[in-house]
């Protein structure tokens, strides 16, 4: 049997369903990771902003074998963020770009000749890319730990192992796409079988034994969604908030992003749905959406979708300006969301990221782009 065509929707995940509140205020030196939602009072938050438009940190979503094709235009990043010392430089940018994924503070990268950066927070090793790797074909960032696949189709997963989140199955055999959830990593095949391993303890490892052949795959922080051939989803895990709640309009799917208690799926005819968790609006897609959706992603509060005219649209929660779209970015062929930030990959190859960067996770190393100035 050919292998499918697979839309990767490297979804990041945030490994809470809530917004953790930390004795130093959001994200900060550790989290409370309560697996069912509570939320903190509003006085235990940080509100952090800036006068300013900053530019996007997303996740990336894109069909494998196919090119999104959009003009670009070039954008300087402002000096904003949660750390004076760790902020953007405005003269960087990323690029030329083939894929991005947004961790919970981590970022990932894979340049267009192969190589794989990561930036960001990396107390277990996250950013730590083994430098035997070879090429990198696609990239999937979860709460504390990465995965690519590799030009040969080998899928390696590096930083937070407890659960077995990157204890790769020996007999997996050559990967296509990759989604990373909090605790656990699911992959599809060539053949079109999807495996999931890590922590299982919500049922988000469970694949259902007659699944058939999937197309695209996403993990949310305990719950997983994939889209079979026939563009019908399904979600398995975690369901406090009906994130797995499929509606009965949802499809045909041809696109999942999902993470922290929410999903969002991509209609064949272009239509944006998302369900699950809502307190902060990532589920309330504008009405006047406009064209058709291309991508999508799911932050840990915060939606963000590229139409087919290459504008991204961010809704959601934005106490970290993960959902301020600059006016001047231009098209948009790529978007990832991660905890609080979002990147977006220019037609021509330049990422950008915005929101959150207390660990750096919005910095775009030098040696990924080049100078506006």
Known sequence: ????????????????????????????????????????????????????????????????????????????????????????????????????????????????????????????????????????VAVAAGAYHTCEVRSDGQLVCFGRNEHGQCDVPTDLGPVVAVAAGAYHTCAVRSDGQLVCFGCNDDGQCDVPTDFGPVVAVAAGSFHTCAVRSDGQLVCFGLNVHGQCDVPTDSGPAVAVAARGCHTCAVRSDGQLVCFGWNDDGQCGVPTDFGPPVVAVAAGCFHTCAVRSDGQLVCFGLNIHGQCDVPTDFGPVVAVAAGGCHTCAVRSDGQLVCFGMNEHGQCEVPLELGTSLS
Do not use: Y
């Open 1 to 136: 049997m050919p292998a499918p065509r697979v839309g990767v929707a490297l979804a990041m995940l945030s490994w809470t369903c809530w917004t953790a509140a930390h004795l130093f205020g959001w994200f900060g030196s550790g989290w409370f990771p309560v697996r069912h939602p509570g939320r903190p009072p509003r006085e235990n938050v940080r509100r952090l902003s800036c006068n300013i438009q900053r530019p996007l940190q997303t996740l990336e979503f894109r069909e494998v074998g196919s090119k999104s094709e959009a003009l670009g235009s070039d954008i300087r990043l402002p000096h904003c963020g949660v750390n004076s010392e760790r902020q953007l430089d405005s003269r960087t940018v990323l690029g030329p770009v083939a894929a991005v994924s947004a961790g919970g503070r981590h970022t990932c990268a894979v340049r267009s000749d192969g190589q794989l950066l990561c930036f960001g927070r990396n107390e277990h090793g996250q950013c730590h890319v083994p430098t035997d790797l070879g090429p990198v």
